[in-house]
């Protein structure tokens, strides 16, 4: 009938995280960054053991010990590959959002596996670095700083719009804690300083 104007019912209107994305596209590139000179540096070793690197600054602070160790070849090649790999998948992801892509339930869920694995490889590494080998690797800590916060960004994003389960309380904390990442990203980090400093005694032997 021409007189009837018949509506759709319209459906919630998707909000792309854009904020999210720029994070993902950030955090990749530094961590991806450092992943590379991991890579030039493990390449340095091999190719002379005795090799100077550039990361190596005094007895507490360097790479060679973490790069030579059965630690750092997890999988039975350097460790930092698979962050070659990884956080080129997050850069791709990020950049993605920003060029209007939707990704299903499925996707976010997956990525959260992701970052499941990847926060606890490294709470494994800061555990072997502190209690085991007694060094720390500048380029090692800088993907152990941007993975905390990459890890709590997706987790959190993906509670707070439903895309992991949890009631309507969950989502509300989610939404909530995710407006204070930076804040529990730096708690994360003097936590870290403390366990380290009472371990290795940092601030006496820098």
């Not at 007189?3 to 319209?10: F, N």
């Not at 892509?101 to 970052?115: E, K, P, Q, S, T």
Request: charged share 10%; net charge positive; aromatic share 14%.
């Amino acid at each position: 009938m021409g007189g009837i104007i018949t509506r759709v019912p319209t459906t919630e209107r998707y909000q792309r995280p854009a904020g999210l994305a720029f994070f993902l596209i950030i955090a990749g590139f530094i961590a991806f960054a450092a992943a590379f000179a991991l890579t030039l540096d493990k390449i340095h070793l091999l190719e002379d053991p005795n090799a100077q690197l550039s990361c190596s600054f005094s007895v507490l602070i360097g790479c060679a010990t973490n790069l030579s160790s059965p630690q750092g070849a997890v999988l039975g090649f350097p460790n930092p590959l698979i962050g070659l790999a990884a956080w080129s998948v997050v850069i791709t992801i990020g950049m993605a959002i920003l060029a209007g892509a939707r990704f299903a339930r499925w996707f976010w869920v997956g990525l959260n596996i992701g970052m499941v694995a990847a926060i606890t490889f490294v709470i494994w590494l800061i555990g072997q670095s502190i209690f085991v080998l007694d060094v720390l690797c500048p380029w090692c800590m800088v993907t152990w700083a941007v993975t905390i916060p990459a890890f709590l960004a997706v987790t959190l994003y993906n509670f707070k719009v439903g895309n992991l389960p949890g009631g309507a309380s969950v989502r509300r904390f989610a939404g909530a804690a995710y407006s204070w990442i930076f804040v529990i990203t730096i708690v994360c980090y003097i936590v870290f300083f403390i366990v380290a400093q009472v371990n290795m005694d940092v601030l006496n032997r820098l």
